[in-house]
């Protein structure tokens, strides 16, 4: 059974860094074409992909939040890090990672973690 | 990046009723849409990939189609289960685009 799920602060207060983990099993990020993303969804339920590491550790971000991410795994410990400087309250939302699996050419998130609902307030 | 947009934003019906949902990418991305289910309170979940492809242990009556920019995913004879929000998402290239969704409400 595959299983993720995601952990890291409530709560933040604007300029602060958020470091969210996402712990997994059932796979290994080792595995020649898998990949671990992070998603994100507003108050207004706006779904935003923000980042994905590759087995391979290759990376991608999202355009328009690419200077404040940073992705990172631990293989050994399957987890996955995402980092993301100076937070405001627009970056209030529920904060979710998913496998991308992939079949032939294509490619899809399945299955997701349970969310993790993060605050940026004063 | 690639805008898909998602259309219509809510729509109310009855159980046994058909609905449609529609989206269009901005730009040509073949077949590589997947569409997601949300139900209140929990995370998305696939329901089809590479525009067509039904997810395993997910019933007949749901269906899509599309190709090129033009994208549709179909509910017959709606269960009490699909009230649900549902969004599509291009896997053509990074970085990934989500639709803003689809509330399906009685």
């Known amino acids: 059974q595959i299983t993720l799920k995601e952990s890291g602060p409530a709560l933040l207060e604007p300029t602060q860094t958020l470091t969210l983990t996402c712990s997994f099993s059932?796979?290994?990020?080792?595995?020649?074409?898998?990949?671990v993303g992070w998603i994100r969804q507003s108050p207004e339920k706006a779904l935003e992909w923000l980042a994905l590491?590759?087995?391979?550790?290759?990376?991608r971000y999202s355009s328009s939040l690419k200077n404040r991410l940073t992705i990172t795994k631990d293989t050994s410990k399957n987890q996955v890090v995402l980092t993301m400087t100076s937070v405001d309250p627009t970056d209030s939302g529920t904060y979710y990672c998913a496998r991308r699996s992939w079949g032939g050419l294509d490619t899809w998130f399945e299955p997701w973690g349970q969310g993790l609902l993060v605050t940026v307030a004063s | 990046d690639i805008q898909m947009t998602q259309s219509p934003s809510s729509l109310s019906a009855s159980i046994g009723d058909t609905i449609t949902i529609t989206c269009r990418a901005s730009?040509?991305?073949?077949?590589?849409v997947n569409w997601y289910k949300q139900e209140p309170g929990k995370a998305p979940r696939l329901l089809i990939y590479?525009?067509?492809r039904l997810q395993g242990g997910d019933p007949s009556r749901i269906s899509a189609s599309g190709s090129g920019t033009d994208f549709t995913l179909t509910i017959s004879s709606l269960q009490s289960e699909d009230f649900a929000s549902y969004y599509c998402?291009?896997?053509?290239?990074?970085?990934?685009?989500f639709g803003h969704g689809t509330k399906v409400e009685i």
């Open positions: 059932g796979f290994s990020l080792s595995t020649n074409g898998l990949a």
């Open positions: 998402q291009q896997s053509y290239k990074t970085p990934y685009t």
């Open positions: 590479g525009a067509s």
């Open positions: 590491i590759y087995w391979d550790d290759d990376k």
């Open positions: 730009q040509i991305i073949d077949t590589y």
